[in-house]
């Protein structure tokens, strides 16, 4: 081997005793070990070989992102004097076009680092980087004694990246990995999308990145993968609605965006298509105030066991603990239930929709949170709501009214609107 490698012998003879045999890396024939060879192949090395690497904190949703890096190439902005100009990048050298990225305010406390979070990102970084280069099978597994923090004061760097979008692709956009290790990053667009009402402005920047479709071109088939992927995106903006007490909300939220959709993309919806969406319209109003009496339960509320009274419903009506009193005609379109209607209503959440809400307004009394006591008229608008579920029971009895596209969009607006009253008790 000296002559080979033309070093002296003594030296091969003290690497190997001092380095090669303590670490494993040869057995004590001077033969390679596993652990050897693994080196030699460019994996982790658990014993030795301390390489310094750079972590990453977001800044604005506080996770750690699963890249490291050994350097920090760069790019520098143009310098500019001009407020709310910084940063601006210089498209090419020859040119004076410049690029202004959108940035994402800094929110979250820089915290001391913790192993087990690097550790985690370290895993799937070289998890990333490895696939990417077509081996998926020699992934080693990273230990805590693989890793030590030094250093724990941050530096403030941001990173860059691009939104896209792809046609065939089920998200209508994707944020690229500023590593370039993969092309696209999840782990930036999911919190980016749950996020994105908070960043004013760059939902406009977004919808002037993607296409809007030409219905007319759309076959069925296409359309309707357009609007899931729409809605999909749509609710996961809506992130509270994930919670599995929420379940049924959510999907009944689901089917109105989406006929709402096939209603504003169909030039001559017919009364079927209008009456399916506010058939999907009350659904969801229903499933809205059974998940209230599920909060927020009604509790003993003295009511006659001798069958309906419209006087005694009105007077109860009246005197509901409510930010937004009940109209005189919402007391009346709510007075016909029967006091036995609205105890089932309350004990089995499995009665109609006026029957529900009238459980729901009774439990105003015994919560001082209840959502319904804090709406103002503006939010309230009982006499809409009340007229919404009429024209629902008219058209479920065949009455003959003849729905419009207008009326019928109008009223699923108003009860996704009514539903995201209450996202913030979600």
């Known amino acids: 081997m000296a002559e080979l490698l033309c070093l002296d012998e003594n030296l091969i003879a003290f ?91 800094r929110r979250c406390k820089v915290l001391e680092p913790r192993k087990a979070d690097v550790l985690k990102a370290w895993q799937e970084g070289l998890r990333d980087a490895l696939r990417a280069g077509g081996d998926d099978e020699s992934i080693p597994e990273i230990q805590s004694e693989d890793l030590e923090i030094v250093g724990g004061e941050p530096s403030l760097a941001y ?47 977004i919808q002037s990145l993607v296409p809007a479709a030409d219905e007319s071109a759309l076959t069925a088939q296409a359309l309707g993968a357009r ?88 007077q109860i009506l009246g005197q509901l603990p409510l930010r937004a009193a009940l109209p005189p005609e919402a007391r009346r379109m709510l007075a016909g239930q029967t006091f036995r209607g609205i105890r089932l209503a309350a004990e089995r959440r499995d009665r109609a929709f006026k029957a529900l809400l009238f459980a729901c307004l009774l439990a105003t009394h015994g919560h001082e949170d209840h959502p319904l006591r804090e709406l103002n008229d503006a939010q309230a608008q009982w006499d809409r709501l009340l007229t919404l579920i009429d024209t629902r029971n008219k058209g479920t009895h065949a009455s ?20 995201m009253t209450f996202y913030e008790k979600f």
């Not at 956009?173 to 667009?189: F, G, K, N, S």
């Not at 003959?400 to 539903?419: D, M």
Request: with cysteine; hydrophobic share 40%; glycine share 6%.
């Open 227 to 314: 609007i899931q992927r729409d809605v999909e995106a749509q609710l996961s903006v809506w992130s509270a609605l994930a919670h599995s007490d929420l379940v049924l909300l959510r999907e009944h939220l689901s089917r109105v965006l989406r006929q709402q959709a096939r209603v504003g993309a169909t030039p001559r919806p017919t009364q079927e298509e209008l009456g399916s969406l506010i058939q999907e319209c009350g659904s969801l109003l229903e499933a809205l105030v059974q998940w209230m009496l599920v909060r927020w339960p009604m509790r003993s509320v003295e009511l006659s066991r001798d069958g309906p009274s419209r006087d005694a419903a009105e």
């Open 400 to 419: 003959g009214q003849r729905l419009t596209s207008e009326a019928a969009l109008a009223a699923s607006e108003f009860a996704v609107a009514w539903t």
């Open 15 to 105: 690497i190997l005793a001092q380095e090669l045999l303590p670490n494993g890396w040869v057995d004590e024939h001077s033969r390679v070990t596993p652990a050897g060879q693994d080196l030699l192949s460019g994996g982790l090395d658990g014993k030795g070989m301390v390489t310094l690497q750079y972590a990453f904190r977001d800044g604005v949703f506080g996770q750690w992102l699963p890249r490291v890096s050994q350097d920090l190439p760069d790019i520098r902005p143009a310098d500019s004097e001009t407020p709310g100009r910084f940063p601006a990048f210089r498209e090419s050298r020859d040119e004076g076009r410049e690029v202004r990225p959108f940035v994402l305010p």
């Open 159 to 205: 990173v860059w990246c691009e939104l896209i979008h792809e046609p065939d692709d089920v998200h209508p956009w994707l944020v690229t990995d500023p590593w370039r290790i993969t092309p696209v990053a999840r782990w930036l667009r999911e919190p980016l999308q749950a996020g994105l009402h908070d960043f004013r402005g760059l939902e406009q920047v």
